[in-house]
């Protein structure tokens, strides 16, 4: 079973920055993607960027140049969300997920919270 555990959320100024980590653990195939989803208030979750095993990645349009996704995979498998220069429409709950290609399995953390404020 893969097991997903986000951190690094909390409070931010706009023009601020906040680094999220997901750990992933388990059993994990080598084909997969992951990605960094969030969800505001009243809104749908939506994808904001999302990494491929081969290092490939694509961002939601209004966070590109401002959020920076990364994996680290040599000796523990984790994602991390850059994000700079945070703006108050950046506020909601953000999901790490990773994405099975084989056996097309969604495995989802239980979210961390992020909000951007004066």
């Known amino acids: 079973q893969v097991q997903l555990v986000e951190s ?23 084909r997969n993607v992951m990605s960094w989803y969030r969800q505001a208030p009243d809104k749908q979750r939506e994808l904001v960027a999302m990494i491929a095993k081969g290092g490939s990645t694509s961002y939601l349009p209004e966070v590109e140049g401002r959020f920076t996704i990364s994996r680290e995979t040599q000796t523990n498998n984790i994602v991390y969300l850059q994000m700079n220069s945070l703006e108050p429409q950046d506020t909601g709950v953000y999901y790490c997920n990773v994405f099975l290609v084989a056996s097309e399995q969604h495995f989802w953390g239980q979210g961390t919270q992020v909000t951007v404020s004066s």
């Open 8 to 30: 690094g959320g909390g409070t931010a100024q706009p023009g601020g920055s906040l680094r999220l980590s997901c750990v992933i653990s388990g059993d994990l195939p080598a």
